[in-house]
């Protein structure tokens, strides 16, 4: 079980994607994760033959857990007794006695296993009755996960009528009505998965507040010429080719961090370690609350076009419950931006191991300074929140300084 | 392409765009972004499935048009009947 974030303990195994002696090379998606934050697809960090699925559908297994046996080409199943269990998976589903990986080379896809954070599951059971088996992909709304589990009900069960078949909340009524109540054996005050997301997202921040020594920088400038030349070039652009001021903001972050090491990677074992590419996060706010940062790749390589097509791409999959484990945790730097309306500016707290994080307030009309003429412009405030572990004001204040180069000059992105 | 069909087609991509929206409370007057909470991206691929399902390249300019059932149901009929 891949730790998808500092603040992850448990996972939830949904779906098995590949099977007993399936090829699989890294990078594959290969199974379908139930974390505090959504469905995530897990993808395996080995190349081989899949030998043994070791963990059931339904399982909640701490991270670190070993889920699946592959081989290596040419490496025989060791028939070795299998270790004794350290301790039973506390959280095992009824009629799924936990078992062991028998041997070989465990599949550990976990990027980090999040190390001085003991795997503390402390999530409910599945509710008894229910079935735990999975059999096909299951494509659902954050809401309708939250409503079926509220309800009891299964979405294994239900018919999809979304895009693609994926089940959305209104699915999930029309289940409800039709189906007999489901047994009530939950305590008094359950958490509902909302509320499991709440609670990560105080950990991530709460240990950012705790470990990171933030500093901030803030510096207000001008958004015209940006939103002027998307505004020339959206114009004879049917609405799939269109681009948003988001995804200008999103690509001038990946260059201007691409010039500043200092603001884009890890922290981690006691060292800041910059990233070789700039994978920004963009944070995605869920309906019904909650957010997630799911992380663009490489977003420096990409031209315009692409970067609105990946962060429509993220928004979307991260909206429907289908972002990728790489996704979850290999971002180096932390977009967030507050739309084109609303308020003036946000300083944003550091997503852990990422040692900055980049708060764009919406566009305000504001009288603006250009030349020695007074005129109304759109102006933005944008404000780095850094780690001071990695970075002082002056690298700070460089990664501003080439930020609003750039969007002075909307050709050159 | 009749109101009706037009108003069925918008709470249509309405509801994809925002699963959790249910149509029926859908207000005639409700505002996608002040009322619903729709984002810029909401916004935007609703446009772009209004376009793909009426023909009508709805321009940025005529965004705050759409912004209601009755705003939309409103422009888009004219628009598609060559006004």
Known sequence: ?413 | MTPAEIRTIYLEELTRVAPDIDAASVGDHDHLQDDLELDSMDILNIVTALHERTGVNIPEVDYPRIATVALAVDYLAAAMSGA
């Open chain 1, 1 to 413: 079980m891949p730790s998808l974030g500092a603040d992850m303990e448990a996972g939830t195994l949904v779906e098995w994607l590949v099977r007993p002696g399936d090829a699989v090379a890294r990078g594959d998606v290969i199974a379908v994760v139930e974390t505090q934050k959504g469905a995530i697809e897990i993808e395996v960090f080995e190349t081989g033959t899949v030998h043994d699925l070791t963990a059931r559908i339904g399982a909640t297994l701490p991270v670190g857990t070993p889920m699946a046996v592959i081989l290596a080409e040419g490496e025989a199943p060791q028939e070795t007794v299998p270790a004794k269990p350290q301790k039973e998976p506390p959280v095992e589903p009824p009629g799924n006695p936990p078992e062991q990986p028998a041997a070989g080379q465990p599949a550990e896809p976990s990027a980090e296993p999040a190390p001085g954070e003991p795997a503390s599951p402390r999530q409910p059971p599945p509710e008894p009755g229910t079935p735990v088996a999975v059999p096909r992909m299951l494509r659902a709304s954050p809401a309708a996960r939250v409503r079926a589990r509220e309800l009891g009900v299964d979405l294994a069960t239900i018919r999809g009528s979304g895009p693609g078949g994926a089940i959305v909340l209104d699915d999930v009524g029309a289940r409800r009505r039709a189906a007999p109540p489901a047994p009530t054996l939950r305590p008094a005050l359950p958490r509902t998965p909302m509320d499991e997301m709440r609670r990560a997202i105080a950990a991530a921040m709460t240990r950012a507040k705790q470990t990171i020594p933030h500093f901030y920088l803030s510096h207000t400038m001008d958004a015209q010429p940006a939103i002027d030349f998307l505004a020339a070039r959206n114009a004879d652009r049917t609405p799939a080719d269109r681009i948003l001021l988001g995804a200008l903001f999103l690509r001038a972050v990946s260059l201007a961090a691409s010039r500043v090491q200092s603001v884009n990677g890890h922290y981690k074992d006691g060292a800041f370690h910059p990233a070789k590419v700039v994978n920004p996060g963009v944070a995605v706010a869920l309906r019904g609350g909650g957010l997630v940062a799911p992380a663009l790749m490489d977003g420096a390589a990409l031209s315009i076009d692409e970067t609105m097509a990946g962060m429509r791409d993220l928004v979307s999959r991260a909206r429907a419950g289908r972002l990728k484990a790489s996704e979850m945790t290999e971002g180096t730097i932390t977009v967030s931006a507050l739309g084109e309306n609303g308020p003036e500016a946000m300083t944003g707290v550091i997503f852990p191991p990422q040692v900055a994080l980049v708060g764009i307030g919406a566009p305000q009309r504001r009288p603006w300074l250009v030349g020695e003429e007074v005129m109304p412009r759109s102006t933005i405030t944008v404000t780095l929140s850094a780690d001071h572990r990695a970075s002082d004001g002056r690298q700070a204040a460089r990664f501003l300084t080439e930020f609003e180069t750039l969007i002075q000059d909307p050709e050159s992105l």
